[in-house]
Every structure is written in structure tokens, then in C-alpha cells.
């Protein structure tokens, strides 16, 4: 790994998905002010995550990462954070019985405020404006001042991120007290690059370059280039990292990300986020898993049932069928077990509250607008999420100590 990245764009190849800072000099403050900011997560955190997660890749532990689609300002609350904490704690606990596994818990939390979108901008009634990219660029309100990027914003992530991870290890402290041993992680999307740059530091102890922001950080399927710029930063960061790979990407493709971002075959040090779809699981996913394999790589493939089966509902609201996403997830477990491979974990769109944004199991269409809450995509309640849990667990064929 090389040592501290370049702190701006200059250095490094095309960034998608970024969005256009109307004033320069605000932009370049905010990043002089984020690179002499703390770290708010530590590198000994990150290589332990990297431990627990070379254990998923040797098939002896099971990973669940979940959380908002994407996280809000306005939501930011102890008893939010405290509520998606039990819920994920609770998945766990139903997958760890079911599996005879242990289950490496982490939240995509304390960082999970960008999204990229399809379009640039949104016409309403004849208006255009740019698109609402998440509350660490813009607001959700359909007005200009609103909708105009501004990179204070990401100040206001960083402050943010760092409540959340103060609430979320006091709550691990009394949870330790109470259930003993808890450990959970924070991951997000490392999407704009103007935030992650400047809180990325040399560790003291090897020189190498940790993300600050979180413990571990993904590039999505629209910015998963090679050569691109998000491709490139996680190439030369130490945390562990991810990739989302959806029902286009070819053998070729993959490989070449694995030999981009993990050469060594470092067990826990590349997770691969398979998002399918529910139709094309069983079809696209077997050739990627069989061309990885065969080139000697250590892996963790996981299941992300939510992006591939998203559709709008008759009242206009962005869904997801319940039914779909355990499809996709009952696909992904048949894959790996006709490959003799490791079904390594779920990539889940969640929370604590029971919102009515994904239709089935118990919720029906009619009751879409009752609690329809999310600020981009739909996401599971508490209650369907634990539910999947238990359907995933049956599918779970539990592997011996």
C-alpha cells in the first residue's frame, strides 16, 4: 500500500458519480479542514475487522452488513441508532443459532450519506435541478437552494459520523455489560471522494493508508471501473474493502478487480456484493464465483437481495417484494452450495423502525404511504428483517466447527 493519498482530484483517474461544487474555495476549505480532522475509526479497528472477516472467506463465520439506504441529518437520534443496533443484533443472533456460526455484525452506518443516482438532475412541472444526491451534498426539498451541492455539508457528516460512533460504542458497553462480547463495524460507500481523501492517514506503525471514515468501505456498481478513480483509492487503502457486482459484470471484470484491489489473495481483505436480481441470481452469479476461485482468490462473497429487485408500485412509491428478495438470497445459497463455495453473508437495506417501504410480509401495497419514510431507496422494517433472517437461517446448511 502506498502511503498518504493525494488530498484532492489531481492524482488520480476519472471520478464518476461526483457532483459539481459551484464554489471552488468553499470546497477547498472543507478539505483542508477534514484532513486536519481525527479519524473516527482506528486502524487496529480496521485490521480487526479484516481478521473477522478472513474467517468468513475460510468458510468459518457468517457476515451481516445492514443499514439505511441512505442515513439523513434529520434522523440522527440515540434511539434510532440504539433500535437499528438491536435489529441487527437480533439477524445475527437468529442467523449465528441457525448456522452454528459466528456472525461478524456490520452496520452501514457513520458514513452512509452519498448516493450516487442515475441522472445528474430531476425535472418536476418543467423545472430542473440536480438530483438529491444524499445529505452529505444536498437537501431532499425540490427547490434550487436546496438541490445546490455544498461541500459544508460533508462537515456536517463528519460531526455526524462521529455522534454516531460515540453512541454506538456506549451502547456496545452496555451491551457487553448485559449479553457479554458485542462487536460491530461501520461501513458506507465510499463515494465522494472529497470526503474520504482527506480523512485517509498513514498508520504510524507500517506507513500504510487507512481510511478514516470507516472500518469498511465499498464502491458500488456504477463506480466499480478499474480504472477508475473509486477503484484506484481502495487499491491503495489498508481497511478491508468491498465491491458491488451486479448481473452485467463478466468473469474478466471480476477478475481484474480482484487483481486490482486484493493481488496478494489476502483472506478478509476483498468482499465481492453480489446484486443480482431474484430472475438472473442463478444464471450470472455461477461464473463469477467459479472464475474467482479457479484464480486462487480468498474472498468473501456476499448477497445483497435488495437493488437487483426494486419496482414501482402502483401508488408511484419505489418498492421491494419481500418474496423477491428471499428468491434472490435462496438463489445465492444454492449457488454456493452446487459450487461447493461459501455463502458468506447478506447485504441488507434495513432499520429498526417498522416503516412500510417493502411490500409482503406483512406489509401490504395500501399500506405503502402509511410509513414510507426512506430518503432514496426502500428498505426492510424490523420485523421483515428478522423474518428473513429466519427463512435464511432454514436455507443455511450449518457447517461444522
Known amino acids: 500500500m502506498s502511503a498518504l493519498l493525494p488530498p484532492s482530484s489531481l492524482a488520480v483517474p476519472e471520478a464518476l458519480q461526483q457532483p459539481v461544487w459551484p464554489d471552488p474555495e468553499a470546497l477547498r476549505t472543507v478539505r483542508e479542514r477534514l484532513r486536519t480532522a481525527l479519524p473516527l475509526v482506528l486502524p487496529t479497528e480496521c485490521d480487526v475487522l479484516r481478521r473477522r472477516l478472513a474467517a468468513v472467506a475460510a468458510g468459518k463465520a457468517f457476515v ?5 439506504c441512505a442515513e439523513t441529518f434529520r434522523d440522527l437520534s440515540l434511539g434510532t441508532v440504539s433500535r437499528k443496533m438491536d435489529t441487527l443484533f437480533g439477524t445475527a443472533d437468529e442467523l449465528s443459532e441457525a448456522m452454528f456460526l459466528p456472525v461478524v455484525v456490520v452496520a452501514r452506518l457513520a458514513g452512509q450519506y452519498a448516493k450516487p443516482r442515475s441522472q445528474p438532475v430531476e425535472t418536476r412541472d418543467g423545472v430542473t435541478l440536480p438530483s438529491y ?47 457479554g462480547q458485542r462487536e460491530m463495524f461501520v461501513s458506507h460507500e465510499a463515494l465522494l471522494l472529497d470526503y474520504e481523501r482527506p480523512l485517509t492517514r498513514p498508520d504510524a506503525r507500517t506507513g500504510d493508508s487507512y481510511a478514516g471514515s470507516g472500518h469498511l468501505l465499498w464502491v458500488g456498481e456504477r463506480t466499480r471501473q478499474t480504472d477508475g478513480a473509486h477503484i484506484e483509492y481502495l487499491s491503495r487503502i489498508r481497511n478491508p474493502v468491498a465491491v458491488k457486482v451486479g448481473p452485467t459484470a463478466t468473469p474478466a471484470e471480476v477478475l481484474a478487480l480482484v ?58 412509491h419505489k418498492t421491494r417484494h419481500f418474496d423477491a428478495v428471499l428468491d434472490e438470497v435462496t438463489g445465492f445459497f444454492e449457488v454456493h452450495r452446487s459450487l461447493g463455495t461459501h455463502a458468506g453473508g447478506l447485504h441488507l437495506e434495513m432499520t429498526g423502525e417498522e416503516v412500510t417501504e417493502c411490500v409482503g410480509a406483512g406489509v401490504a401495497p395500501a399500506d405503502l404511504p ?30 461444522a466447527g
Open 64 to 68: 451481516l452488513q445492514g443499514g439505511d
Open 133 to 179: 444526491r444524499g445529505d452529505a451534498v444536498n437537501g431532499p426539498e425540490f427547490t434550487a437552494e436546496a438541490r445546490t451541492p455544498d461541500p459544508h455539508r460533508m462537515l456536517q457528516v463528519y460531526a455526524a459520523a462521529g455522534a454516531t460512533l460515540n453512541a454506538v460504542r456506549s451502547l456496545l458497553t452496555e451491551r457487553r455489560t448485559a449479553l
Open 259 to 316: 487483481e486490482r484491489l486484493d493481488p496478494d489473495r489476502e483472506p478478509g481483505r476483498l468482499t465481492l456484493v453480489a446484486r443480482m436480481g431474484a430472475d438472473r441470481v442463478r444464471d450470472a452469479l455461477p461464473p463469477l464465483v467459479e472464475s474467482v476461485a479457479a484464480a486462487g482468490g480468498q474472498v468473501v462473497w456476499i448477497c445483497d437481495p435488495m437493488h437487483g429487485n426494486t419496482y414501482n408500485a402502483p401508488s408511484g
Open 370 to 399: 402509511l410509513r414510507y419514510e426512506t430518503a432514496c431507496d426502500p428498505r426492510l422494517n424490523r420485523s421483515q428483517t428478522l423474518e428473513l433472517a429466519r427463512l435464511v437461517g432454514e436455507l443455511a446448511t450449518p457447517v
